[in-house]
């Protein structure tokens, strides 16, 4: 007998029924009887009956994988994959871990309502517009091209830029608790060629679309006072050069990080927060199918603005990744050279400093050609890929 797992939560969306499991798996399921699914379900059919209340157009393993993922449950079987269950996974994303829902739950319970206070609030736009005035008083006077110790430097940029990532992250984790979903799962990847922490937000898919949207961006907003806060201790610690460059470069390259990560392409959280405006959960992998089959000449009738939108999303982000790179550059070239003119040691951090800035770009440019050039498959049920976070970049960025 088939029904819906105890955990399981779904949202009706115009492209057809987003569900999700107790493991966090979340999935699009197109079908013209989609948003009937959970009447169907009501009486507990065989799976047989299930998908002859479905009928055509439908996936012969439709209610085979649902079952795997953990959506629905019968209990004339057991369950295929235990090993979503695996306290520590490794996946194509990266290495996954569970139990992201405790810090996200204590910070939603104690930092939170400070936060939201009116107190709070007046803090935190006082902090922003010190470090927008920070920002645009330019450079710290007398602050030098690069310090004394450049590996030191880069390592102190990599470990206080990858702690404010893991603020971005964690934001994203504690709004969904927030909003009463269950964050859980976060992990290490590789992202743009940097190991970099993620946590994986599917669980937001199935929120209304104003707590969908607010999630997809609270991490953004995290960034906005953490770069401010680097703006304005960099004018504050010019004494300390070191620390105040190193401050202040990560404030100008955040502020890039910042534009990228809020354009609504690329998969990244302006991406998500477009997709769940519009209410489609695959607008991405969608709209570059439709700009190559443009291409190709072989576009479906109703498709031309999302193959617009596919190629504008092409021809932006390659311009944003171009430019990201520039202001990389010009913002660190002093540190780099000096890392590659000095011994060992400093080489070896250079590689790690400028690789993964290297190959993403190398990578990223070339996976946006290569996915909009193929054309893909339709699906009717199931197209897991809609909902690969963070591969999708969905809140892996940093």
Same mark, same amino acid.
């Given at each position: 007998m088939v029904r819906l797992a105890p955990d399981a939560r779904?949202?009706?969306?115009?492209?057809?029924?987003?569900?999700?499991?107790?493991?966090g798996e979340t999935v699009l399921f197109e079908h013209p009887r989609a948003a009937d699914l959970p009447d169907l379900l009501g009486d507990d059919p065989t799976s047989a009956v299930l998908v002859s209340r479905l009928g055509p157009p439908l996936d012969d393993t439709v209610v085979d994988d649902l079952l795997d993922l953990g959506i629905l449950t019968d209990r004339a079987r057991p369950q295929r994959n235990p090993s979503r269950h695996r306290s520590v996974s490794v996946t194509r994303s990266g290495l996954l871990i569970r139990g992201i829902?405790?810090?996200?739950?204590? /910070?939603?319970?104690?930092?939170?309502?400070? %936060?939201?206070?009116?107190a709070g +609030?007046? @803090?935190?736009? &006082?902090v922003v517009l010190s470090?927008?005035?920070? /920002?645009?008083?330019?450079?710290?006077?007398? %602050?030098?091209?690069?310090?004394? +110790?450049? @590996?030191?430097? &880069?390592?102190?940029?990599?470990?206080?830029?990858?702690?404010?990532?893991?603020?971005?992250?964690?934001?994203?984790?504690?709004?969904?608790?927030?909003?009463g979903r269950i964050p859980l799962r976060a992990g290490f990847g590789f992202y743009?060629?940097?190991?970099?922490?993620?946590?994986d937000s599917t669980p937001a898919l199935t929120l209304p679309r104003r707590q969908r949207v607010t999630q997809a961006?609270?991490?953004?907003?995290?960034?906005?006072v953490t770069t401010a806060a680097f703006a304005i201790a960099a004018h504050l610690l010019v004494s300390h050069p070191l620390?105040?460059?190193?401050?202040?470069?990560?404030?100008?390259?955040?502020?890039?990080?910042i534009a990228v990560n809020l354009a609504p392409i690329l998969q990244v959280d302006g991406h998500w927060a477009l997709a769940d405006y519009l209410?489609?959960?695959?607008?991405?992998?969608?709209?570059?199918?439709?700009?190559?089959?443009?291409?190709?000449?072989?576009?479906?009738?109703g498709q031309r603005a999302l193959a617009g939108y596919g190629v504008f999303s092409l021809i932006v982000g390659i311009a944003l990744i171009a430019i990201g790179a520039t202001v990389f550059w010009i913002n660190s070239s002093d540190l780099v050279v000096a890392l590659f003119t000095g011994d060992t040691t400093d080489i070896l951090i250079g590689v790690y400093y400028v690789g993964p800035l290297v190959l993403g770009v190398a990578f990223s440019v070339l996976g946006l050609l290569l996915e909009t050039l193929s054309v893909g498959v339709d699906r009717h049920t199931l197209p897991p890929s809609a909902f690969s976070a963070p591969d999708d970049a969905t809140h892996d960025h940093g």
């Open positions: 779904y949202r009706v969306s115009k492209r057809g029924l987003v569900l999700a499991g107790e493991t829902a405790t810090p996200a739950r204590l /910070l939603d319970r104690y930092l939170v309502p400070v %936060l939201l206070h009116p +609030a007046v @803090a935190i736009a &006082a470090g927008v005035v920070a /920002l645009l008083t330019g450079r710290p006077t007398g %602050l030098p091209a690069v310090s004394s +110790a450049p @590996a030191v430097e &880069a390592l102190l940029m990599i470990t206080i830029g990858t702690a404010a990532t893991v603020c971005h992250e964690l934001a994203h984790a504690v709004a969904l608790h927030h909003f743009w060629g940097a190991l970099s922490f993620f946590v961006l609270v991490g953004l907003a995290v960034d906005v620390i105040a460059i190193v401050l202040w470069r990560l404030a100008i390259l955040r502020c890039v990080d209410d489609e959960p695959d607008l991405a992998p969608r709209a570059r199918r439709a700009a190559g089959r443009a291409l190709r000449g072989r576009l479906p009738d």
